[in-house]
């Protein structure tokens, strides 16, 4: 049988580990601004808009008009409540699935999608941090015409707190990047070339799923590591609603700018700063007990500039 699996493994790859980046790119943002404007799970997730949102995202895509595209499908796992505010796993009810048939399920199996969404779900959650970090330079920049507010010493200091947050982001996007899409692949790659039959492409297929969600610090034995990550993505969330829930006001003692949350605000990127140091300190204490050799990469990354070493 000519199942064509390594074509369906590059599919999943593109979509579901999101290496095709236009896809990922306009899939986040136009799920990100509708919940950014306050939008309901009964608004969000509904198959209609649901649906128009995979097909925008397919259009964008450099691989949207392959056959393989028409497999995709999203699936609600439940429709919460509420979205509960500034929780970075806000979406993680939903799943992208990947229509598999016989025989070619029998590779990639159920269990098989379930790990691709566990990892599809962090990428999305990174991918609102940068939805959300994005916003909140869109509303700097329009504070800075509008009011005039460039000179503010707030201003300037909400312009960096703004800048290390999304510096943090892009370090976990670039090691995720790095040892998923890139060394975890090049891997399976090798390994497929000399398998000959359907359950050796079984086995090397579920081990590479196995090593992705280690390496993506997806196991219950990284979780000490995952929950000052997701910390850290709830008080960018909350930096974002601090800064919109308020408007700038004009201090006509000092002529400048000033933000009636910027205590809050400053805060929270303390709190920012306090919790990516711990996590600085729990990687390190993890990669000196000579455990988890990827973990060197996140370090290197993290502490670019020996940025967290200096202070």
């Known amino acids: 049988v000519e199942l064509n699996v390594e074509k369906h493994f590059e599919a999943l790859r593109q979509f579901l580990l999101m290496e095709d980046g236009e896809f990922a790119q306009s899939l986040s943002d136009l799920l990100f601004e509708k919940l950014g404007t306050g939008q309901t799970p009964g608004e969000l997730l509904n198959p209609l808009v649901l649906n128009s949102i995979l097909n925008k995202a397919l259009q964008y895509s450099l691989h949207g008009d392959s056959h393989l595209a028409s497999n995709l499908s999203f699936a609600l796992k439940y429709l919460p409540d509420m979205f509960k505010p500034n929780a970075p796993d806000a979406l993680t009810c939903l799943d992208l699935r990947y229509k598999v048939d016989w025989p070619l399920n029998i590779v990639i199996t159920e269990n098989c999608m379930n790990k691709y969404n566990k990892i599809f779900s962090f990428l999305l959650q990174l991918k609102h941090m940068v939805w959300t970090l994005k916003d ?5 920049k329009r504070t800075a015409l509008v009011k005039h507010a460039s000179n503010s010493v707030q201003f300037r200091q ?3 707190y703004k800048h290390e947050m999304q510096h943090f982001v892009k370090v976990i996007q670039g090691y995720i ?5 890139h060394v975890t ?3 399976f790659g090798n390994k497929l070339s000399s398998v000959g039959n359907l359950e050796e492409i079984y086995r090397t297929h579920a081990e590479y799923l196995n090593k992705a969600i280690f390496r993506g610090l997806l196991t219950e034995k990284a979780a000490p590591v995952m929950n000052i990550i997701h910390s850290i993505f709830s008080l960018i969330l909350k930096f974002r609603s601090q800064l919109i829930s308020q408007s700038w006001n004009f201090d006509s003692s000092k ?4 933000h009636p949350n910027f205590g809050l605000m400053q805060q929270s990127y303390n709190t ?3 919790y990516s140091h711990f996590l600085f300190n729990v ?3 993890l990669v000196n007990r000579g455990y988890q050799p990827h973990l060197e990469d996140f370090l290197l990354r993290i502490n670019f500039n020996n940025y967290y070493k200096d202070n």
Not at 136 to 140: G, I
Not at 177 to 181: E, P, T
């Open 136 to 140: 909140v330079w869109f509303h700097l």
């Open 283 to 285: 990687v390190t204490k």
């Open 272 to 274: 920012f700063k306090y």
């Open 158 to 160: 909400l312009q960096l």
């Open 255 to 258: 002529h400048v700018a000033v």
């Open 185 to 187: 692949w090049c891997e």
């Open 177 to 181: 990047a790095n040892q998923i899409l």
